[in-house]
């Protein structure tokens, strides 16, 4: 036996929180998300303006802003809430403008089976 202990932890139930409490994750697509967005439009901007190499300093400077400013964002928004919270808010925002298609039920109010009392019975003759 020895006496060598375990640091990390061998059951975890969701990514760790690494900067302003997203996940590597969260960051990674925040990270991308913003460099596809920048990058076409600081080398835009920059080749309008007659110094290509200066984009990459533009991109740099807004990924490294969206980066925090998002993140900041994703905190306020998951703070106090359970595990999952903002992608199940963003899946049925996304539903009611008609982007997505979410899993659950969304509606509430009285339920029926549907049936009705005049309604045909399906022969038993088979």
């Not at 020895?2 to 996940?23: T, Y």
């Not at 076409?40 to 290509?52: C, E, K, T």
């Not at 964002?73 to 298609?101: D, M, V």
């Not at 029926?112 to 399906?122: K, M, N, S, W």
Request: proline content about 5%.
């Amino acid at each position: 036996m020895s006496n060598h202990h375990e640091v990390l932890a061998d059951r975890l139930n969701a990514e760790p929180a690494i900067f302003k409490g997203c996940s590597s994750s969260e960051l990674g697509m925040i990270v991308g998300l913003s460099i596809a967005v920048w990058l076409p439009l600081s080398l835009l901007l920059a080749w309008l303006l007659g110094a290509i190499t200066m984009g990459f300093g533009i991109a740099g400077v807004g990924v490294v802003a969206t980066v925090v400013a998002l993140a900041t964002l994703f905190q306020r928004i998951k703070r106090g809430r359970p595990e999952g919270y903002y992608q199940q808010w963003l899946r049925i925002r996304l539903q009611a403008t008609g982007f997505y298609r979410a899993p659950w039920v969304l509606r509430s109010g009285a339920w029926d089976i549907g049936r009705t009392q005049h309604a045909p019975l399906p022969s038993r003759n088979r």
